[in-house]
């Protein structure tokens, strides 16, 4: 399973952060990882310099073979909060698209 992070202009990207979101989307997804060919991670500042609270977003897209992908979305007041809350909705949708897919 591939994992590509990309973030905004207003978000500051490191290749140590890009390793900590593929480590722990690799652990999280381990379960489904021989059907999952690649996890996109996009992470943006909704307000920009802007103050405001739950404005960070993470957008989570699994490529799932012989599913469309499974996108989920997620706010919070930081960077570590929108991620997770995003990781524990894909971990829910890719589980309800796979059982729907095996009860077909």
């Not at 996109?40 to 799932?64: P, T």
């Not at 989920?72 to 809350?85: K, R």
């Amino acid at each position: 399973m591939q994992v590509h992070v990309r973030t905004d202009n207003n978000i500051e990207g490191s290749a140590r952060m890009a390793a900590y979101f593929t480590e722990t989307i690799q652990a999280a997804l381990d379960r489904f990882a021989e059907r999952i060919t690649r996890v996109d991670v996009s992470l943006s500042d909704e307000n920009a310099h802007k103050e405001g609270s739950n404005d960070k977003r993470c957008l989570l897209e699994a490529r799932v073979n012989g599913l469309s992908p499974v996108v989920v979305t997620n706010l919070g007041e930081n960077i570590d909060v929108a991620f997770s809350g995003a990781l524990d909705k894909l971990e829910k949708s890719l589980e309800t698209a796979i059982e729907k897919q095996r009860s077909y």
